[in-house]
């Protein structure tokens, strides 16, 4: 492999080839994984075009991790460690987001559930005060205390990462 030290190609030493009993296996999200770490890299100038598309050519073909880690061993840490906060985060916002509507698919159910008890009660003793409002109400307060701040917290999020 070679790299670009400025005014001349120099070559690097590879890194030692791993036999497939020594390393596992890579699949395809492996493989993308890298290809979105050498984009990184690319794009924050630490890989001239050259070394791009070189290297971009050896991920999509490699077949083990110890490839993969070969062409990533000269790039910063923090390239790798930002791209893995950043999917943490995301990985948080669709759990809330699915906390949220789990939530509040349970309180419908729930209130109409109390609805039909109301109904059957109300028919069959003539008795028809709505205490149904009262659960609804309270129960309601808190999914809009669940739903509003991550609803805000994930429109934040977008904003920031539009710019």
Same mark, same amino acid.
């Given at each position: 492999m070679t790299t670009y030290s400025g005014t001349t190609l120099r070559s690097r030493p590879a890194a030692p080839a791993a036999t497939p009993a020594a390393s596992p296996r890579a699949g395809a999200?492996?493989?993308?994984?890298?290809?979105e770490l050498?984009?990184?890299a690319y794009g924050a100038g630490y890989l001239t075009k &050259? &070394?791009?598309? &070189?290297?971009?050519?050896l991920a999509t073909r490699a077949r083990h991790h110890a490839e993969l880690d070969a062409l990533l061993a000269d790039l910063p840490p923090r390239l790798r460690t930002s791209?893995?906060?950043?999917?943490?985060r995301a990985r948080k916002?669709?759990?809330a987001r699915l906390g949220v509507?789990?939530?509040?698919?349970?309180?419908?159910?729930?209130?109409?559930?109390?609805?039909?008890?109301?109904?059957?009660?109300?028919?069959s003793t003539g008795s028809w005060y709505p205490w149904p409002i009262w659960p609804v109400l309270g129960w309601g307060v808190g999914v809009l205390g669940h739903a509003v701040p991550v609803t805000l917290a994930t429109r934040a999020r977008e904003r920031r990462e539009a710019f």
């Open positions: 999200a492996d493989r993308d994984h890298a290809v050498l984009a990184d &050259e &070394e791009f598309d &070189e290297r971009l050519d791209r893995d906060r950043a999917r943490g916002a669709r759990a509507r789990i939530h509040a698919g349970v309180y419908a159910g729930t209130s109409l559930l109390m609805v039909a008890v109301w109904l059957v009660v109300g028919r």
